[in-house]
Structure formats: C-alpha cells, structure tokens
C-alpha cells in the first residue's frame, strides 16, 4: 500500500515550483490532490494531467488564498471532488525585492495578504473539513526567515511570521489531532527565481559553494520533505520546522 492512501490532499499555489512538485510528489504516494492556482490555468491543467499520467487523481481548482469568498469555494470544490481533507499544504506566496526606500502600503499587503492572511484565513476554513481523525497542516516558510537577504524586507516578515504562526498553531490544534508543521526551503531553482535570475552569475556560484551539497535545491528536494510530514511516518512531530538547504546554513 502506497504512504498516503485514501489520503485528500490540498496543494495551493502548485501550479508551478515547489507546488507543483509537492503535489505530484503526494499524487505518486496515493493521494488525491487538489492543485489550487490563483491564474495559471494552463500549468495547474499540466500538473493535473502529469498526475493522471501515473495513474493518481488530481483536480486543478482556482483560487486567490487572500480573498475569504474563494478560500470557500476552493474547500467547498475539493469536497465535491475528493470528500474529507487529510492534508493541507500552504504553499501559495508572493515575493520581489523591495529595498526599504521603496516601501509603498501596496507592497506591505501585496506581501502579508497572500503569504500571512492567505495561510490563516485556509487553516480557519481547513478545520471545517478535517475529520476526527485529525491531519497534517504543511506551512511553507524559508530559510530567509532566519537568514534575511538585504533587499527583500516584506518577504522575510511573512515568513517570520509563517514560522511563529506555524508554532501557535501546533498548540491550538493539537487537541483536534491536527499536526502543523513548517518547511523552510532555502536556495531552490524554480520558474519564479528563474524569472528574477535570483542564482545567475556569480551569485549562483557564490550559493552553491557555500551549500554543502554542492547545488542549487529543486522542488523535488521539499516535496519528499513534505511527503514525510504529511505521512504518518513525521506522527510524533507537530510545531516544527524543517529547514531543507542542503545544509546552508
């Protein structure tokens, strides 16, 4: 029997990245995924039929995580589809440099309404789904939050306040036998890094030789970390992060 069999998942932001890697990393261990996506339709579709290739289930579902109205209708579709939840993966944020000279209102709720509100207002829905028999909530934080990059003030605050979110909640919903649960990724390869060139030139090099590993991370490197925690194999942890570097400190 695969690890997470009869197990409902939702991935949100798994359109592209460590969502899309994380969804099909659960799909391929015997859960049904549900692959939220805010506007790429066409890369949330691709992931969904990139599961169905290997034989798992999957439905793409949009949803903008900040706006309450669409947190329902996303829960309300993954009901429709699949049932009870098990898992919830809050992958969904945003991110760009913004040095403190260009602070604006909009950046500030740009960055906490979809990486902070977002995760919130899903864990609050969440608990209308999750069954007696608990689950595993998967916040995705990063290894930013402990180690900030001059430039990128607004996401490290998200993802400190990820992390301490992360714990409070560990504590309040322990008695619901809900497990929460925090991945830190530090330097991975995706299309949004890839965008901004966030490893190209010398800065790519200067990462990979100061991560013992040898190499810039790749979804696949979070997703089986995330596979752990959402598998009864992680049942004894809850309020923990998991910093996945390659050992980058």
């Keep these: 029997m695969k690890r997470l069999s009869g197990k409902i998942a939702i991935v949100t932001g798994a359109s592209k990245g460590i969502g899309a890697g994380v969804a099909k990393e659960l799909a391929l261990h015997g859960a049904s995924v549900v692959v939220n996506y805010a506007s790429d339709k066409a890369g949330a579709d691709k992931v969904v039929q990139e599961i169905a290739a290997l034989g798992g289930k999957a439905a793409a579902v949009r949803a903008d995580v900040s706006k309450i109205e669409d947190v329902k209708i996303l829960f309300g579709e993954a009901a429709k589809a699949f049932g009870k939840i098990d898992i919830l993966v809050n992958n969904a944020g945003v991110f ?114 100061m991560t013992p590993l040898g190499r810039i991370g790749q979804p696949r490197d979070i997703a089986k970390v995330a596979l752990f925690l959402a598998s009864e194999e992680s049942e004894w942890l809850t309020g923990e992060k998991i910093t996945a570097s390659g050992g980058r400190k």
Excluded at 109 to 137: C, D, P, Q
Excluded at 170 to 192: C, D, M, Y
Aim: proline letters at 4%; glycine letters at 8%.
């Design 96 to 209: 760009r440099p913004n040095p403190i000279e260009k602070i604006t209102e909009e950046e500030f709720y740009w960055h906490f309404n979809t990486n902070v509100m977002g995760l919130l207002l899903m864990v609050r829905e969440s608990l209308n789904y999750f069954k007696a028999e608990g689950g595993s909530i998967i916040n995705m934080t990063s290894a930013i939050a402990d180690n900030p990059v001059p430039g990128y003030v607004l996401y490290s605050a998200t993802k400190g306040a990820v992390d301490t979110i992360t714990v409070e909640l560990s504590l309040e919903l322990a008695a619901r036998k809900i497990r929460v649960n925090a991945i830190a990724p530090g330097a991975v390869e995706t299309e949004g890094t890839n965008a901004i060139q966030a490893f190209g030139g010398e800065f790519g090099k200067q990462i990979v030789a």
